[in-house]
């Protein structure tokens, strides 16, 4: 079994500010971990996976997260915040074929 | 590169009418299908998925279904929709054979039943 908890369904930061939008799983076995954005009335779009090897992933739009399996924790982190970063953002976890599990979501508010 | 076809984009549908949904993809083969219902604060919720022509998985029990007549295509269908059918509806596709690979996701289609 599998499961995503996001932790704060609404985030709201200033322009310029440090993002932080928190993410801890579940899983029975290795996890594939990945966050998605989500802007309204679209699908969603990959912003960047974690499989295995370096911990300290990268992904678009200058956004970074750190898989940390002591803490089961996949925080997605972003140093300044843009005006276009403004959306909805999913945590999901993979553990195998078909089964992904997301979060409920946050949705991040960026304040000029 | 790959593209994923999402229609229509929005749908407004009487209580009890059919209702079927079209997502086609390009630029793969043989890719695993699903379907996905979007609600409100809820997050993601898996409806079906297909790992190929004919074969459907559903996630859940409701007043939907879904085929996949050809290796591209993936519908979703309803005799008779209810008001809790209302949603954003989107469709996604993913490698077969790479269990770590990322969904594919379409543009959705938010359908509104009256």
């Known amino acids: 079994a599998q499961s995503v908890t996001q932790l704060g369904s609404h985030v709201s930061v200033s322009e310029g500010a440090l993002v932080l939008l928190r993410c801890n799983y579940s899983s029975s076995v290795p996890p594939y971990l990945f966050w998605y954005v989500q802007y309204p009335n679209q699908g969603l779009q990959l912003l960047l996976k974690y499989t295995t090897g370096a911990t300290l992933v990268k992904g678009i739009n200058g956004f970074e997260a750190e898989f940390k399996k002591s803490e089961t924790s996949f925080h997605l982190t972003k140093p300044s915040a843009h005006m276009s970063d403004a959306a909805e953002y999913f945590c999901?976890?993979?553990?195998?074929?078909?089964?992904?599990?997301f979060g409920t979501g946050t949705k991040l508010q960026v304040i000029p | 590169s790959q593209t994923i076809h999402q229609w229509p984009a929005t749908l407004v549908q009487p209580v009890g009418s059919p209702l079927s949904l079209e997502c086609t993809v390009e630029g793969t083969s043989n890719p695993n299908l699903y379907w996905y219902r979007q609600a409100a604060g809820r997050g993601l919720q898996l409806l079906f998925y297909s790992v190929g022509i004919g074969q459907i998985s559903s996630e859940v029990p409701q007043n939907l279904s879904a085929s996949r007549p050809q290796d591209r295509q993936f519908i979703l269908s309803s005799k008779k929709l209810l008001l809790s059918d209302s949603g954003f509806y989107l469709c996604?596709?993913?490698?077969?054979?790479?269990?770590?690979?990322?969904?594919?996701f379409g543009n959705g289609t938010r359908l509104t039943v009256t």
């Open positions: 999901a976890v993979s553990g195998g074929y078909q089964k992904v599990t």
């Open positions: 996604a596709w993913s490698v077969i054979s790479a269990e770590n690979s990322p969904l594919h």
